[in-house]
């Protein structure tokens, strides 16, 4: 008899270190990179694989899903940001 062991989804992933605060310059142009997420998953084979999301409440920011980059995909105004 054979018995296989798959492993399970059961280690959460983690980022690593996180910045308190990112500054970006506000001639930051649409589809500038402005910080990349890093995190790990110390499972194995399909469960290892992540997907980044979040959200950007005035639509400046996107991030990709598979890469963990964050880019400006609208123009930055601080003046307009601080009301």
């Known amino acids: 008899m054979d018995i296989n ?8 992933p983690f980022f690593r270190a996180l910045p308190q605060t990112i500054l970006i310059s506000e ?8 910080y990349t997420l890093i995190a790990d998953d110390p ?3 399909t469960n290892k694989v992540l997907t980044y999301a979040g959200n950007s409440p005035e639509g400046k920011f996107a991030i990709n899903a598979k ?6 995909i609208g123009k930055l105004d601080y003046e307009k940001q601080q009301k």
Do not use: E, F, K, Q
């Open 5 to 12: 062991i798959a492993d399970a989804n059961d280690n959460p």
């Open 27 to 34: 001639s930051a142009l649409p589809g500038m990179p402005v």
């Open 43 to 45: 499972d194995v084979g």
């Open 67 to 72: 890469t963990g980059v964050i880019t400006t």
